[in-house]
């Protein structure tokens, strides 16, 4: 099992900037992806932003060009830069671990709230 603790959320203005962090702990080996996901109040959770164990990245059309994964894989940690915030990115962003070849997540945090607004 893989436990994830995020951090950076919080408010901001418009065209602002933040950046969330992902710390992975456990069976960190045995993780194929490590990516972001975000859900705003009643609206499905959303993928954001992920990256591969080969370093191997995809982001969300929404966020093409603003946003930023990354992955510090000496500090097993992974990153969401985000870049001119816009009041549609309001969320709880949640960082996710994939430990199967599917890609899809089997391991969430407990979600980083990030509002943008005037």
């Known amino acids: 099992q893989v436990q994830l603790q995020e951090s950076g959320g919080g408010s901001v203005q418009p065209g602002g900037s933040l950046r969330l962090s992902c710390a992975a702990s456990g069976s960190i080996s045995s993780i194929n992806v490590l990516g972001w996901y975000r859900q705003a109040p009643g609206r499905e959770r959303d993928m954001v932003a992920t990256s591969t164990r080969l370093g191997s990245t995809k982001y969300a059309d929404s966020v093409k060009g603003r946003f930023t994964i990354s992955r510090d894989y000496s500090k097993n940690r992974v990153y969401l830069q985000m870049n001119n915030l816009k009041p549609e990115d309001t969320a709880v962003y949640y960082c996710?671990?994939?430990?199967?070849?599917?890609?899809?997540?089997?391991?969430w945090g407990q979600g980083t709230q990030v509002t943008v607004s005037s």
């Open positions: 996710s671990a994939a430990r199967d070849s599917t890609g899809s997540p089997t391991d």
